[in-house]
């Protein structure tokens, strides 16, 4: 079979580019793969056929230099590997659409409900799923609605790796870095903590274009270890349910991958709701036999290529249904047990940066 070519994009910061690279890596399907970064200190742009160093997503020319790669190879998807790409590749996705070229990317409605958590938090309420408690914050008045701690401080949009995240144990922490956030942000959340560290998944569903559940995956996060911890702090407070520590995980996430039934099952009922159309990763705590949803990414997960490694290959499976229109079974059968994540270096060669800006002037 001859190779499909397809562009991975924001293939740097071992973010979710890579991890797609991954996957396709690990799929039986022969492809060529591109790569595109907007800078040649990229780890991802080693890793693919063809580097390209291009334009920043919020640059008018954008467009145009992706769509120049496309012709010169040939390209039969697009992959958006970073979350600005993914936006203005919603936006401009007319543009694909009529060149033939498959961008699994969810349709608008579910991006912008997704990019903005209190939106994800109203949507879950009004279409009756479980969620913490939740307060927007736009000004130090409206701390006093506040009567539930421990709470999670967060922005309102962004915070990818947790940045900008704090846990607040009591009123007079609450005020302090309240002032901090909101001389950052315009406004920010406040979310009750719910659950225990041993509690918290990323699941992963898989939704075809015509809205037919493909399949669900979900990792039971280890995030004490400290790869993946991004904040631990003695609870202080009285509900000791809670458990010894609170703790927030970065993005960098390990543990038990599986199927969970318990867990996936509701997050499916959720993905239907919203209209997804691809891949969706739900961030949740299962409590009491219910899943507290916390924050949807409308995109690849940070985990694709754990799934990859358990048989649960997304960007491949995506690819052989809609484009090579094989059958994919409904609910097939993958690999579970427990993956573990570390460091690794890479030189990146001064003749592979020169090959990389060359192409991009050729």
Known sequence: ?????????????????????????????NY???????????????????????TKASDANYISCLIAIIKKHNVKVVFPGSEQELKVLSKERKVFNEMGIFLPINPKKVIAICSNKFRTNK??????FYYPRTVKISSNEDLDKIDFYPIVLKPNTGSSGSRNVFIVQNYNELTLLSKYILMVYPSFLAQEYIGTSDNEFTVGILISEDGEIINSIAVKRIIMSGLSNKIKVKNRTKNKKLGEYLAISTGITQGEIGRFPEVTKQCEEIGLKMGCR???????RFVDGKVFVFEINPRFSGTTSFRAMVGYNEPDILIKKHILNENVEKYFNYNSGFIMRGLEETIIENENVFNAIDLLSS
């Open 278 to 284: 691809t891949t969706v990763n739900i961030q949740c």
């Open 32 to 54: 060529e793969i591109i790569g595109t970064d907007i800078t040649t200190l990229s780890k991802g742009l080693m890793e693919v056929d063809y580097p390209y160093i291009i």
């Open 1 to 29: 079979m001859n190779k499909i070519s397809v562009i991975v994009t924001g293939v740097g910061g071992g973010a979710v580019g890579q991890q797609i690279i991954k996957a396709l890596r690990l799929a039986n399907t």
């Open 123 to 128: 949507f879950l309420m009004e279409n009756g």
